[in-house]
C-alpha cells in the first residue's frame, strides 16, 4: 500500500525547493511547478516502475518525458529527492554552467533528463518514439509525458495526437495539466480550446478525467485506471484539473506566478506555509 504520509511530507518539501530555487535566482516558473507538484511526486515513487541508476536506453523501466520544459523546478526537486542526482544541486538552479538550466537539457548529462524541453509542443513526438521503440524491442513497460494545457495551442501536439491513435501506441499515457492558465492569462481568453475531453475522444483515445489533480489519493486511484486502460489499442490521456500555485495561497487562483519568482517577505510566507519536514538543500 503506498504509504500517503510520506508522499504529502516528500510534496511539503519539494514546494520549498521549488520556492527557494526561483527565489535565489529571481528567476524561473513557480505557478506550473506547484501545480503539478503532487502528480510528479506521486509518480516518480509510487506509480511508476523504476530500475536502479539512470541510462538513455531506458530497456525495462517505465519512461517519463516533460514537455513543458519551464516547469524545470519540479522536475529537478522530485529527480534529486528520488536518488538521481544530489539534493545540494538544486543550490546551482539557473547558474552558469550549471546541469539544471531553466528548461531541462540533455548536454550535461544529468541524470534522469531525456530529451531537451525548452520549445513547447515537442515531447508527445518524442514520447510515442520511446514508445514506440519499447513495443520493439519487447519492453512491456509504459512511457509517459506531462504537457501544458495551453500548451497544446501548438500544433505539433495534434500531429502526435493523431498519429497515436493511428499507429495504436497503447503503451503510452499523456498527462494534461489543466490549470486553465498561461503565462498572458487565462487559457480561454488566449486561445480557448473548447473540451480537451472531446478533442482527444474525437482523435481516438481512451481519456480519463482527475477532478482534484492536487489529491494525492485521487492522484493514485486516477492513474490505477490509467494503466489499467494500457495494452488495449488506444493511448491514454489523462486530464489532470491542478490549480497553479498550489499550497502558496497569494500564488493561486491567478496566472500571475507563471514565470515570477517571491522576493523575500513572499518566500519567507509561502516557506511557512510549507513547514519543512526532510530538510532543504
Known amino acids: 500500500m503506498p504509504d500517503i504520509q510520506k508522499l504529502k511530507d516528500l510534496t511539503l518539501q519539494t514546494r520549498r525547493d521549488i520556492l527557494r530555487m526561483v527565489h535565489a535566482v529571481n528567476s ?15 509518480l516518480y515513487n509510487e506509480i511508476m516502475s523504476r530500475k536502479e541508476g539512470f541510462d538513455m536506453d531506458g530497456i525495462g523501466e ?3 518525458f516533460l514537455s513543458n520544459g519551464h516547469i524545470s523546478p519540479v522536475f529537478y526537486s522530485v529527480l534529486a529527492r528520488a536518488g538521481y542526482f544530489p539534493v545540494s544541486e538544486l543550490a546551482t538552479f539557473r547558474l552558469i554552467n550549471s546541469r539544471l538550466q531553466g528548461h531541462p537539457t540533455t548536454h550535461e548529462g544529468l541524470p534522469g533528463i531525456r530529451i531537451a524541453s525548452g520549445s513547447l509542443g515537442q515531447g508527445m513526438s518524442v514520447a510515442l518514439g520511446a514508445a514506440q521503440a519499447k513495443k520493439l524491442n519487447g519492453d512491456k513497460h509504459l512511457v509517459f509525458s506531462l504537457h501544458g494545457d495551453g500548451e497544446l495551442q501548438e500544433g505539433q501536439n495534434w500531429e502526435a495526437i493523431m498519429y497515436a491513435s493511428a499507429k495504436k501506441v497503447d503503451n503510452y499515457i499523456a498527462t494534461i495539466d ?23 475522444e474525437a482523435f481516438d483515445w481512451d481519456v480519463i478525467e482527475i477532478k482534484e489533480g492536487n489529491s494525492i ?6 492513474y490505477a485506471d490509467a494503466k ?11 486530464l489532470l484539473y491542478t490549480e497553479m500555485g498550489n499550497g502558496v495561497d497569494f500564488m493561486m ?13 513572499q518566500l519567507e510566507s509561502a516557506l511557512a506555509q510549507n513547514p519543512a519536514t526532510l530538510g532543504d538543500y
Open 178 to 200: 489543466v490549470n486553465g492558465k498561461q503565462i498572458d492569462g487565462t487559457t480561454d481568453e488566449v486561445l480557448a480550446m473548447g473540451s480537451l475531453k472531446a478533442k482527444f
Open 253 to 265: 487562483h491567478t496566472h500571475a506566478w507563471h514565470g515570477k519568482a517571491p522576493n523575500d517577505a
Open 28 to 42: 524561473g516558473h513557480p505557478g506550473g511547478s506547484l501545480g503539478c507538484t503532487e502528480f510528479l511526486v506521486t
Open 217 to 222: 489519493e485521487a492522484i493514485l486511484a486516477g
Open 228 to 238: 489499467s486502460r494500457t495494452g488495449k489499442g488506444k493511448p491514454v490521456c489523462v
Open 62 to 64: 517505465d519512461l517519463f
